[in-house]
């Protein structure tokens, strides 16, 4: 194994560790201490291009998760990845009117210094509150031969 296939293997072992932290603290998280946090969706910003970035918070010391025109779908593979990317490829849709789902939207989340460590759980939860008609996963899925984890995103059954 050469010395950059090792360092890309160590890198992506700690980035999934990172998400899975994060994802075994969902449902320990204290949901009243989300008040504390400033964010909203808004539909197409023109003269944006379609982007995701991680700044520090304008309005505390804490961090600012800002997305410009992206798809619903597009969205939930952000929170649910913890800001890695997925590929098209990797993101599923799985609902009954798939047009629906063409809009772009932008969203915001500034969150103080003790919420940082949960911001895409809270980002996950503000989607499934703004959009319940929607539920997302991860999922192992075979992709050209090989297994990878995908964002699978699919209608809510009533």
Same mark, same amino acid.
């Given at each position: 194994m050469t010395r950059i296939s090792f360092f890309v293997l160590m890198l992506m072992l700690a980035l999934c560790g990172q998400y899975e932290a994060a994802a075994q603290r969902k449902n320990?998280?204290?949901?009243?201490?989300?008040?504390?946090?400033?964010w909203g969706f808004s539909k197409f910003k023109s003269g944006f291009e379609s982007s995701f970035h991680i700044t520090p918070s304008r309005f505390n010391k804490g961090r600012r998760i800002i997305v410009y025109n992206k798809s619903l779908a597009e969205l939930y593979a952000i929170a649910l990845g913890a800001g890695n990317q997925f590929s098209c490829e990797q993101i599923i849709v799985n609902?009954?009117? &798939?047009?629906? @789902?063409?809009?772009?939207?932008?969203?915001?989340?500034?969150? &103080?210094?003790? @919420?940082?460590?949960?911001?895409?759980?809270i980002m996950q939860q503000h989607l499934e509150g703004q959009y319940p008609e929607y539920t997302a996963a991860l999922e192992e899925r075979t992709i050209g031969g090989v297994t990878m984890s995908c964002v699978v995103l699919r209608d809510k059954e009533s």
């Open positions: 320990s998280c204290d949901v009243s201490a989300y008040d504390r946090c400033k609902v009954r009117k &798939p047009q629906m @789902l063409q809009a772009k939207y932008c969203y915001e989340l500034n969150t &103080p210094p003790d @919420l940082t460590d949960v911001m895409f759980v």
